[in-house]
């Protein structure tokens, strides 16, 4: 490519990622929708060129990814840290069959969890199931090293996991891009059968193990001399720092005269460079994110390096961390900074969600209420406070059937509703619906369906009736399945209209089966269009405070009476239902529900 044809740009990593598997001639690239990876394959998408989808859930994203790649075509699987767990049945098998057509996995990896229920570190995954690990360091390297993955992937025999985290996935920097390039997607030769390698059977895996070991001997050696992974920047002696992605920015700020060693390619370690780098400098230090991955292999070749010693294993790292970790000043600019009392800007469901009323009728029943991930676990906080408990994807079916379990045993009759979202219940909800049907469970899932991946971004799912490429398709009936894995009582009720939600709730819970109640609202930032016009006080608000424990942004209490902001309020009704004085009316068409207000 010529001077002429380079063009400079910002871009996140995230979309750098995207440039890059187009560049190296990606064929497919598959996710499922997570902070901080999400716009990875939006991105992909938006170039049009890239066969994308938009998968069910992580494991199903790298299953028809690791297809392409046996079909000889390469393919990239983007998905967030806690997804890796979900996928890794076949992340850890495929490492045994290996490859046909490159295949990269992206763990966005979210230390300090800014959108996450844990900040594991991946990094530990693409050890224990060896493969090669590559960690850019900002947007030009996250494109860079998706051409490196595709190439290592196909010389070694290897998935490739390419783990960022979110500094790297959201922070713009330079990028040395040809966006005029043609699009040339990269096949392999044709599909051949090769059953020792990849019908994984005990007999053909023990030999497929003595191969993956062979490999990583082999990718060590390539690690010690590629230096456009593993390199050694030698400065100032006195201090030597072992670092790698975005840690190794902040290093370079902090001590811009000190020698480094950073690293691209983290599994397996280039060892000889390492001793190399040791011997050459007087002070030893390891510098990285969450767990000590580095500093405990660094230990095991029998050097002393500095680490979480000084530097925190949880939370991100940023200059100012790094610098006092070295005992020096905070790395900014030398102007000491303003503090400021910000007001608290706590999450809240919006105007009008669907979700707020199921989770105030929850939150005055007495129920317990296992939860889900996504817009509705928002339901935990003050003033709704209607659940229990939040652990990860589609959990909430099953555990309803837990919980009910030890209740019962302990002598608790308490009712018990598991609450999950359209999304998350395509992605891993059935098959714990599926459990209690087969185990006798009597427990009601309440399906809050918007009609979107809300929390991430809107994106689309089996039940939109749209492709992550905006093709009309097949959208999932939730009633239908879940009368076909078995459950009697189905039934839809609108979550705007409280009455019937209670009454719905308490006839199913009483039913001694287990029952599925649908609500269905669309998402407020989908569909803008008011569902009345907004609500206004018909006479002067005696400030009783009831409609406040409805928590919407659209009810204003700072002057003591209930004040509602028109530009907010999308006339849903729910303070009109609880207003106790009539206090409220909503003008215009609108919530049936409005028919049986006060």
Known sequence: MTDAQRTRKLLTGNEAIAEGARAAGALFASAYPGTPSTEILESIARRGDVRVQWAPNEKVAYEVACGVSLGGGRALCSMKHVGVNVAADPFFSSSYSGINGGLI?????????????????????????????????????????????????????????????????????????????????????????????????????????????????????????????????????????????????YVREVLPDASILKLGLTNPLPRELIREFAGGVNELYVVEELDPFLEEQVRALGLHPVGKEIFPITGELDPDRVARGFGLEAAGSGVEPIETALPPRPPVLCAGCGHRGVFYTLS???????????????????????????????????????????LRAGGDDRPVVGVIGDSTFVHSGITGLVNAVYNGGAGTTLLLDNGTTAMTGHQDHPGT???????????????????AVGVRRVREVDPYDLEALEAAIREELAAGEPSVIVCRAVCRLVDRTPIASPAELEIECPG???????????LDGSSGQAVIDPSVCCGCALCVQLCPFCGLRIHGHGAAALESAP
């Open 105 to 249: 996995l992206v763990s966005a990896d979210d230390p300090a969890m800014h959108s996450s229920q844990n900040e594991q570190d991946n990094r530990h995954l693409a050890r224990a199931a060896k493969v090669a690990l590559l960690e850019p360091s900002d947007s030009q390297e996250a494109l860079d090293f998706v051409a490196l993955g595709f190439e290592i992937s196909e010389r070694f025999d290897t998935p490739v996991m390419l783990r960022v985290t979110t500094r790297i996935c959201h922070s713009m920097s330079p990028v040395e891009i040809d966006l005029s390039a043609p699009y040339a997607p990269v096949l392999r030769g044709g599909y051949q059968r090769n059953f020792r390698k990849n019908v994984l059977l005990p007999a053909n895996a023990r030999h497929r193990h003595e191969s993956v070991e062979e490999r990583l001997s082999l990718l060590e050696e390539f690690g010690e001399r590629e230096r456009a992974l593993n390199r050694i920047e030698w400065g100032d002696r006195t201090i030597g720092v072992v670092t790698s992605g975005v840690a190794y920015q």
């Open 364 to 406: 005055r029943m007495g129920v317990a209420v296992t939860g889900d991930i996504g817009c509705y676990t928002l339901g935990a906080l003050p003033p709704l406070e209607a659940m229990d408990a939040c652990l990860c994807m589609g959990a909430s079916v099953g555990m309803a059937q837990g919980m009910e379990i030890a």
């Open 465 to 483: 009736g749209l492709t992550a490429e905006g093709d009309s398709t097949i959208s999932l009936d939730y009633v239908a399945v879940c009368r």
């Open 544 to 554: 009783c405070g009831t409609c406040f424990e409805l928590g919407c942004p659209a």
